[in-house]
């Protein structure tokens, strides 16, 4: 979404290791108009809390009724198919124009509260599916109370052990005078939105949403719910440049590549969690545990698609009871569905959004690294913020130790230095805050001390862009150490190109630039290095996959994927669009599934590859063994380490706490 801020200074200060110097840190300015309200505090040492074993809790935050179905999805049902509780906020009433269209039917007139309340049927029906319930199986409804007394309707359904959540703050999406509502309270100081009623909804009375309201009453679900995994929509879409006809057919904003509302509601989401873990702090309190994934919106429409049919066909199965149909008898006067999204239409649409889902910052498990005495340590990112945790022995992992930062993105990058000393790099909002004022993000890195030991005090290493909007669409920062001793570090510009970065081996760092080719890219950059000392990135693109070695453009076309790849000793792995097959340099390798895809070299075993099956599970392979990680487990992201123990794998569960896998023994 493009937000016009107003030009002013601001003085950045400078990250700090010691919580002594907390008093002059620059933080994530959260949308409060009052000055003694905190913002994020980026010294470590704060404590951060810990959820008990298996106490997991998802929560998504949409703009529509359909936004989780189509872009969250299938993330989201293998969570809860796992057992992990689902809530779910939709922060508008969905209610457009009003006309529930059906194929081939004359239009009927239009009824904003109808169509409302039939969009929230057809989420009801298509969670009682996602519970193995009957579709029309009655939900309990009732009214919640929220922050400043502002009401919202809660719906309830609970199966063998699992439970959805739905919550719907009715929002309007647009207005007498605001073509697009929700957006216009992000930027705007002053305006006021009456919420919209739905047809048969037990929440009868309106209420007033300014944008201080609307982020209190987030943080304050936030805080009731306590989440371990939050899902968000993306707040930095691409820059898409479209004629306005193509545009306003594909429901994109001006000059960007997802609906103005998912952004913004993307925004007010961000802004919340920041603000719930500064409150946190302030209060003395632990830093929440929660990691959060972002998700991409109509992004998915422009690259090819990345799910195989497997995948596809249950995720296209979830949108069929929302869709629903004005034959259906489910209860509901107002209607049984969004009727234009039922039957095959999510696969016939020539839009394509449900065949891929793409996270905003590509996925990856933690960071994992051996300390002394051979002991793994683990890094990642809980509540906006980088932690470490350490095993106490093989195996066994201790909490979480906070080292500061945030708020980060998720999806850290690293890279381990000739004697063993670490480097963190990750994305941090160094402002979020709205109403004309900064949306800022900066590259930061975490430097190790000594192996296994202390940091250094974080250190800005700025942006590839030039101004604060095409700042905020860099990606998630790759790096990789050569042997000559540089750091080389990639980040996806605002041009979908790559920007680099490298280090020099005394310690200086050299200019941004940008790597030749011009060709579009998406984020999920591979590196390594092969036994020449050459470096490789490998991304994919539009048309194909893109290659430099050392910084130049490699000769000779490489196929096209459809997804993120990954790349060991100089060597690429891809799958083809909308298939589940894995290639590699001899063809297909053996490791079916779809998502994000690791490679690492190991003395013992070759290459391994890691990666997720067409059922979700965390699955291994190198050369002619495989194995499957079959634990009823929610998983998150997994790493594979080859160390000096062989093979482990190091992953994060949905309950914040680390886990470890060895499919091989040690």
Same mark, same amino acid.
């Given at each position: 979404?493009?937000?016009?801020?107003?030009?002013?200074?601001?003085?950045?200060?400078? #990250?700090?290791? $010691?919580?002594?110097?907390?008093?002059? #840190?620059?933080?994530?300015?959260?949308?409060?108009?009052?000055?003694?309200?905190?913002?994020?505090?980026?010294?470590?040492?704060?404590?951060?809390?810990?959820?008990?074993?298996?106490?997991?809790?998802?929560?998504?935050?949409?703009?529509?009724?359909?936004?989780?179905?189509?872009?969250?999805?299938?993330?989201?049902?293998?969570?809860?198919?796992?057992?992990?509780?689902?809530?779910? /906020?939709?922060?508008?009433?969905?209610?457009?124009?009003?006309?529930?269209?059906?194929?081939?039917?004359?239009? =009927?007139?239009?009824?904003?509260?109808?169509?409302?309340?039939?969009?929230?049927?057809?989420?009801?029906?298509?969670?009682?599916?996602?519970?193995?319930?009957?579709?029309?199986?009655?939900?309990?409804?009732?009214?919640?109370?929220?922050?400043?007394?502002?009401?919202?309707?809660?719906?309830?359904?609970?199966?063998? $052990?699992?439970?959805?959540?739905?919550?719907?703050?009715?929002?309007?999406?647009?207005?007498?005078? %605001?073509?697009?509502?929700?957006?216009?309270?992000?930027?705007?100081?002053?305006?006021?939105?009456?919420?919209?009623?739905?047809?048969?909804?037990?929440?009868? %009375?309106?209420?007033?949403?300014?944008?201080?309201?609307?982020?209190?009453?987030?943080?304050?679900?936030?805080?009731?719910?306590?989440?371990?995994?939050?899902? =968000?929509?993306?707040?930095?879409?691409?820059?898409?440049?479209?004629?306005?006809?193509?545009?306003?057919?594909?429901?994109?904003?001006?000059?960007?590549?997802?609906?103005?509302?998912?952004?913004?509601?993307?925004?007010?989401?961000?802004?919340? #969690?920041?603000?719930?873990?500064?409150?946190?702090?302030?209060?003395?309190?632990?830093?929440?545990?929660?990691?959060?994934?972002?998700?991409?919106?109509?992004?998915?429409?422009?690259?090819?698609?990345?799910?195989?049919?497997?995948?596809?066909?249950?995720?296209?199965?979830?949108?069929?009871?929302?869709?629903?149909?004005?034959?259906?008898?489910?209860?509901?006067? +107002?209607?049984?569905?969004?009727?234009?999204?039922?039957?095959?239409?999510?696969?016939?649409?020539?839009?394509?959004?449900?065949?891929?889902?793409?996270?905003?910052?590509?996925?990856?498990?933690?960071?994992?690294?051996?300390?002394?005495?051979?002991?793994?340590?683990?890094?990642?990112?809980?509540?906006?913020?980088?932690?470490?945790?350490?095993?106490?022995?093989?195996?066994?992992?201790?909490?979480?130790?906070?080292?500061?930062?945030?708020?980060?993105?998720?999806?850290?990058?690293?890279?381990?230095?000739?004697?063993?000393?670490?480097? #963190?790099?990750?994305?941090?909002?160094?402002?979020?805050?709205?109403?004309?004022?900064?949306?800022?993000?900066?590259?930061?890195?975490?430097?190790?001390?000594?192996?296994?030991?202390?940091?250094?005090?974080?250190?800005?290493?700025?942006?590839?862009?030039?101004?604060?909007?095409?700042?905020?669409?860099?990606?998630?920062?790759?790096? /990789?150490?050569?042997?000559?001793?540089?750091?080389?570090?990639?980040?996806?510009?605002?041009?979908?190109?790559? +920007?680099?970065?490298? %280090?020099?081996?005394? $310690?200086?760092?050299?200019?941004?630039?940008?790597?030749?080719?011009?060709?579009? /890219?998406?984020?999920?950059?591979?590196?390594?290095?092969?036994?020449?000392?050459?470096?490789?990135?490998?991304?994919?693109?539009?048309?194909?996959?893109?290659?430099?070695?050392?910084?130049?453009?490699?000769?000779?076309?490489?196929?096209?994927?459809?997804?993120?790849?990954?790349?060991?000793?100089?060597?690429?792995?891809?799958?083809?669009?909308?298939?589940?097959?894995?290639?590699?340099? $001899?063809?297909?390798?053996?490791?079916?599934?779809?998502?994000?895809?690791?490679?690492?070299?190991?003395?013992?075993?070759?290459?391994?590859?890691?990666?997720?099956?067409?059922?979700?599970?965390?699955?291994?392979?190198?050369?002619?063994?495989?194995?499957?990680?079959?634990?009823?487990?929610?998983?998150?992201?997994?790493?594979?380490?080859?160390?000096?123990?062989?093979?482990?794998?190091?992953?994060?569960?949905?309950?914040?706490?680390?886990?470890?896998?060895?499919?091989?023994?040690?």
């Amino acid at each position: 979404m493009h937000i016009s801020a107003r030009r002013r200074t601001v003085l950045a200060a400078a #990250l700090a290791a $010691g919580a002594g110097t907390a008093a002059t #840190l620059a933080g994530c300015s959260v949308p409060q108009p009052r000055r003694t309200v905190p913002t994020a505090d980026p010294a470590p040492g704060k404590p951060v809390g810990r959820a008990g074993p298996g106490r997991a809790l998802l929560m998504q935050f949409a703009a529509h009724p359909d936004d989780d179905l189509y872009f969250m999805n299938p993330d989201s049902q293998r969570l809860l198919d796992a057992g992990v509780p689902l809530v779910s /906020v939709y922060v508008t009433a969905g209610e457009h124009t009003g006309r529930n269209r059906i194929a081939g039917m004359p239009e =009927t007139p239009p009824d904003r509260a109808a169509y409302s309340s039939a969009r929230h049927q057809g989420l009801r029906q298509a969670y009682a599916e996602a519970l193995g319930l009957p579709r029309f199986t009655p939900w309990r409804r009732r009214v919640l109370t929220l922050a400043g007394g502002r009401r919202a309707e809660v719906d309830v359904l609970t199966h063998g $052990g699992r439970r959805v959540e739905l919550v719907f703050l009715n929002l309007p999406m647009h207005t007498a005078r %605001r073509y697009m509502a929700v957006p216009a309270l992000w930027e705007d100081r002053a305006l006021e939105l009456r919420t919209h009623l739905s047809a048969g909804s037990p929440v009868t %009375r309106v209420d007033t949403y300014d944008h201080e309201r609307l982020t209190g009453v987030l943080v304050d679900l936030l805080r009731r719910h306590r989440p371990t995994v939050v899902h =968000t929509l993306d707040p930095d879409p691409d820059t898409q440049h479209s004629d306005e006809a193509t545009r306003r057919r594909d429901s994109e904003q001006p000059g960007y590549s997802d609906h103005g509302d998912h952004t913004a509601v993307a925004c007010f989401t961000w802004a919340a #969690l920041c603000r719930w873990v500064a409150e946190a702090v302030r209060d003395g309190e632990p830093v929440p545990a929660f990691a959060v994934t972002a998700f991409r919106g109509y992004y998915n429409r422009h690259w090819p698609k990345n799910l195989p049919p497997a995948v596809l066909a249950e995720k296209a199965a979830r949108l069929v009871p929302y869709g629903g149909d004005p034959s259906w008898r489910c209860g509901n006067p +107002s209607g049984c569905g969004d009727y234009g999204v039922g039957g095959d239409r999510p696969l016939t649409n020539r839009k394509g959004w449900v065949r891929s889902t793409h996270h905003r910052w590509p996925l990856r498990g933690p960071v994992v690294a051996e300390g002394p005495g051979g002991r793994l340590e683990a890094y990642g990112v809980l509540g906006l913020r980088a932690v470490r945790w350490r095993e106490s022995a093989p195996g066994v992992w201790g909490g979480p130790e906070d080292l500061g930062g945030g708020p980060l993105a998720p999806a850290p990058g690293a890279a381990v230095l000739g004697d063993g000393r670490l480097l #963190l790099f990750a994305v941090r909002f160094a402002a979020l805050e709205g109403r004309g004022r900064p949306n800022r993000r900066e590259v930061v890195l975490l430097e190790q001390r000594s192996p296994g030991g202390p940091f250094l005090a974080w250190r800005g290493l700025g942006n590839p862009e030039r101004g604060d909007d095409r700042g905020r669409r860099i990606g998630a920062p790759v790096a /990789v150490a050569a042997p000559d001793g540089r750091v080389h570090l990639f980040v996806r510009n605002a041009d979908k190109g790559v +920007s680099t970065r490298v %280090r020099k081996p005394g $310690g200086a760092w050299g200019p941004w630039r940008v790597l030749p080719g011009g060709a579009e /890219v998406q984020d999920g950059f591979a590196v390594s290095v092969d036994a020449a000392g050459r470096t490789h990135v490998y991304a994919a693109g539009r048309e194909s996959v893109r290659h430099w070695v050392d910084g130049r453009e490699a000769a000779g076309r490489l196929p096209l994927s459809g997804a993120t790849v990954a790349s060991a000793a100089g060597e690429l792995y891809h799958r083809p669009p909308a298939s589940g097959t894995l290639l590699g340099p $001899g063809g297909d390798v053996g490791l079916d599934g779809y998502g994000p895809v690791a490679a690492v070299r190991s003395p013992a075993l070759g290459t391994v590859l890691l990666g997720t099956d067409l059922r979700g599970r965390t699955a291994v392979r190198a050369g002619d063994r495989f194995r499957v990680r079959t634990e009823r487990a929610a998983d998150l992201a997994a790493t594979a380490h080859a160390g000096a123990r062989g093979l482990t794998v190091v992953g994060l569960g949905a309950d914040g706490r680390p886990w470890s896998w060895t499919p091989w023994g040690t």
